[in-house]
């Protein structure tokens, strides 16, 4: 089992930055593609950025790209996704979750259903 638990998040203006984290325990994730989804009140859960197990393949939303940067650093078990340029609309729970496929097509490794673990998320609250 893969525990996955989540920080960073808080609440900030709009055009600030975060950097969420994701830890990871109980099993290493070097073989694990990592994936970061988000779901925002009243609103369906959505895909927001993927890495692959080794970091050389990454994957954005296109809400996202040119602001959202994730990246891995499996010595430390831990999966990390800049922000910036935060808009109110990028309010939401981040979660991230990890898929024992280490490596997929690029539709599959955006779906939720692809993913085996899931950390309880972090709120941000992005403020006009």
């Known amino acids: 089992q893969v525990q996955l638990v989540e920080s960073g998040g808080g609440l900030v203006q709009a055009g600030d930055s975060l950097r969420l984290s994701c830890a990871a325990s109980g099993h290493t994730i070097n073989s694990y593609a990592m994936g970061w989804f988000r779901q925002a009140p009243g609103k369906e859960r959505e895909f927001v950025a993927t890495?692959?197990?080794?970091?050389?393949?990454?994957y954005y939303a296109d809400s996202v790209k040119g602001r959202f940067t994730i990246s891995r650093d499996n010595a430390k078990n831990t999966v990390y996704l800049q922000i910036n340029s935060l808009k109110p609309e990028d309010t939401a729970v981040y979660r991230c979750?990890?898929?024992?496929?280490?490596?997929?097509?690029?539709?599959?490794?955006?779906?939720?259903?692809?993913?085996?673990?899931w950390g309880q998320g972090t709120q941000v609250t992005v403020s006009s």
């Open positions: 890495t692959t197990w080794s970091g050389a393949n990454t």
């Open positions: 979750a990890a898929s024992r496929l280490g490596a997929m097509g690029v539709e599959a490794i955006q779906k939720a259903n692809v993913y085996n673990y």
